[in-house]
């Protein structure tokens, strides 16, 4: 009696440095920090005796999160894999900083040109494992032109786990000079502070105003919301001296004026 193998579609899911052999046993499962992007390796096998396409689709996951294929290159929706071969695919799913934090379910589906589909599981989990944000600052601050004005600004790691290289970023109008101590924070522990002194030029050429500057952290991590600050600016104090020494000027005159008219 002849017996009839149906073709087989194996679809091995690895995650990096996971090996072939294991790769079975292993669940499409990757766990990343908002604004960052989840990795998929795929690897589809072919056990039939022809060519075949497979079309590449995830669904399921929240709108917002961007999902796309690559195979070592270009962008892709769908691979070609050759009689009793294997394909190779990259999925990646782009988090947006502003997904909540929390346990996604999704679906993955690839299907054969001849119909023949497979779907499997696929987690993402999104996390706060970094964090971090100024706690304390001036929201407005008076400058004169020609002058230097100082700030001093708390930060703090309100992730779970250390950050690297941690700095704190002044987005100052062009001329203004910008001095940072210390220039960088070469590891912050969670839940731990640090300061900022921050000691900012404003040039002569620069007009009486209220400018705008923006305060940020950055880390090797990840960085912060921003932070505005207000800045008004007047006129160089030695206006305010002279105008004040021409009015003192002004009244002793006056008075010396009237005593000698009174005199009279």
């Given at each position: 009696m002849q017996r009839t193998i149906l073709p087989l579609l194996v679809l091995f899911l690895l995650l990096g440095g996971v090996s072939l052999a294991r790769a079975d046993e292993m669940a499409l499962t990757q766990t990343v920090q908002a604004s960052q992007t989840a990795v998929y390796q795929l690897e589809i096998h072919n056990e039939t005796a022809?060519?075949?396409?497979?079309?590449?689709?995830?669904?399921?996951l929240p709108a917002g999160l961007t999902t796309t294929f690559t195979q070592g290159g270009p962008l892709v929706s769908q691979i070609t894999v050759p009689a009793n071969e294997y394909g190779l695919a990259t999925m990646r799913v782009d988090v947006p900083v502003e997904t909540a934090v929390g346990h996604y379910a999704a679906q993955f589906t690839t299907t054969r040109d001849d119909g023949e589909p497979l779907t499997l599981p696929v987690t993402l989990n999104v996390e706060n494992t970094y964090a971090v944000k100024i706690v304390s600052q001036n929201l407005n601050v008076t400058a004169f032109s020609g002058k230097e004005f100082v700030l001093d600004v708390t930060a703090v790691n309100s992730g779970a786990a250390a950050v690297t290289n941690l700095a704190l970023t002044v987005d100052a109008p062009a001329k203004w000079i910008v001095q940072t101590t210390p220039a960088t924070i070469p590891t912050l522990a969670a839940g731990a502070e640090t300061a900022f002194h921050v000691i900012v030029t404003v040039p002569s050429s620069q007009v009486a105003a209220d400018q705008k500057i923006t305060l940020a952290l950055a880390s090797d991590q990840t960085a912060s919301p921003d932070s505005p600050l207000t800045v008004r600016v007047?006129?160089?104090p030695t206006f305010l001296y002279v105008a004040l020494t021409v009015m003192g000027l002004a009244i002793v005159g006056a008075v010396i004026y009237f005593r000698r008219k009174g005199r009279r």
């Open positions: 022809v060519v075949h396409d497979y079309t590449l689709a995830l669904s399921g007047q006129n160089s």
